[in-house]
């Protein structure tokens, strides 16, 4: 396992390497080009997965490149900034619901 802060590349059980996969920290990432929604050309981007090991790491690569070629790539949201984040939540203390 490896805890540098830069990306290393995946080897399989036979040693050879995965494409598209990288490991930094124990944690693996898909390096695909991606274009999201509103953008004009795709663009390499790192996708965290949720798998433990190499294979189930995988397998969540071809499900990703699979999504991503049907037009179904999961779309990120951007943080609010502090003060738009702030405002809506004191607005939902006011009108009494929970915010969750």
Do not use: C
Request: glycine share 8%; aromatic share 8%; charged share 30%.
């Amino acid at each position: 396992m490896s805890t540098s802060r830069s990306f290393t590349p995946v080897y399989d059980s036979r040693k050879r390497k995965v494409r598209n996969l990288w490991q930094r920290g124990g944690k693996f990432y898909a390096r695909l080009k991606i274009a999201y929604p509103g953008e004009d050309a795709p663009v390499v981007r790192r996708v965290p997965h949720k798998a433990a090991t190499v294979i189930g790491a995988t397998k969540e690569l071809r499900e990703l490149q699979v999504r991503r070629d049907q037009g179904k790539s999961t779309v990120r949201g951007r943080t609010p900034l502090l003060k738009v984040y702030a405002t809506e939540y004191i607005h939902r203390i006011e009108e009494g619901g929970i915010y969750m």
